[in-house]
């Protein structure tokens, strides 16, 4: 990857297009932004992609990430918290436990933070 300076942060390309980065919302998105979405979309995608292989059925996934950082120390990220929010008819409370196991286990990026963010899981089935 390459970053480009530009006013007010960066700029990087990829295939599907341009991404801005900077501490200052009005000129991209902020490095936490980038960093809480990837542990949470990573663990999405890997918790239905593990629910498929389970065969188990489901009508969409939704999640919530709450973040808590630390003021004291360069405004560090100390704990994600992701909320699932599971739409199916008839789903197994204990074999979504154990996808959500297997997610954590699998989602490369929760495993990248493991040892410096504290990564919980919840969920719901609605």
């Known amino acids: 990857m390459e970053f480009t300076m530009r006013e007010g942060g960066f700029s990087t390309e990829f295939a599907y297009g341009k991404l801005d980065i900077s501490g200052n919302e009005e000129y991209g998105f902020r490095p936490y932004q980038l960093l809480v979405s990837s542990v949470a979309v990573c663990s999405g995608g890997v918790l239905r992609k593990v629910l498929e292989k389970m065969r188990l059925s489901f009508e969409d996934i939704k999640?919530?990430?709450?973040?808590?950082?630390n003021p004291d120390v360069a405004d560090r990220i100390e704990k994600i918290h992701l909320h699932f929010i599971i739409k199916a008819e008839d789903l197994?409370?204990?074999?979504?436990?154990?996808?959500?196991?297997?997610?954590?286990?699998?989602?490369?990026?929760?495993?990248?933070?493991?040892?410096?963010?504290?990564?919980?899981?919840?969920?719901?089935?609605?």
């Open 63 to 69: 999640l919530t990430a709450d973040v808590e950082r």
């Open 92 to 126: 197994d409370e204990g074999k979504v436990k154990k996808a959500l196991e297997l997610t954590r286990k699998n989602c490369s990026m929760v495993q990248s933070v493991i040892g410096s963010i504290d990564v919980t899981e919840s969920f719901e089935i609605i």
